[in-house]
């Protein structure tokens, strides 16, 4: 079955970098379209970042542009995150995102369990 698995998260301080890692199995991962989506304490679901299926289209967030990196190893079926300059705003559990309309035209999304991320002096 899909599963989507995130690691890498933990406590930082404001200024310091963490590497988010998702690993997928269960699809065509190479096919797919990945997006890295974050919820904060009391608020709503925000989205961070998307990379298509080669990895040469990326997308940011303003409040990430410059901070972040997204990219893709499609061998390894893992889409990364790397987040320089970290600030208290970040801290939120972080979660990957894949979707596709598959064979049959039904819309199809999943979700890793998400991990936290942690900006604080």
């Known amino acids: 079955q899909v599963q989507l698995v995130e690691s890498g998260g933990g406590l930082v301080q404001p200024g310091g970098s963490l590497r988010l890692s998702c690993v997928a199995s269960g699809f065509t991962f190479s096919s797919v379209y990945i997006d890295w989506i974050r919820q904060a304490p009391g608020k709503g679901l925000e989205w961070v970042s998307g990379?298509?299926?080669?990895?040469?289209?990326?997308y940011y967030r303003d409040s990430v542009k410059g901070r972040f990196t997204i990219s893709r190893d499609n061998a390894k079926n893992t889409v990364y995150l790397q987040m320089n300059s970290l600030k208290p705003e970040d801290t939120a559990v972080y979660y990957c995102n894949a979707d596709w309309v598959d064979g049959t035209g039904a819309y199809r999304a999943y979700w890793g369990q998400g991990t936290q991320v942690t900006v604080s002096s």
């Open positions: 990379i298509n299926t080669d990895g040469r289209g990326t």
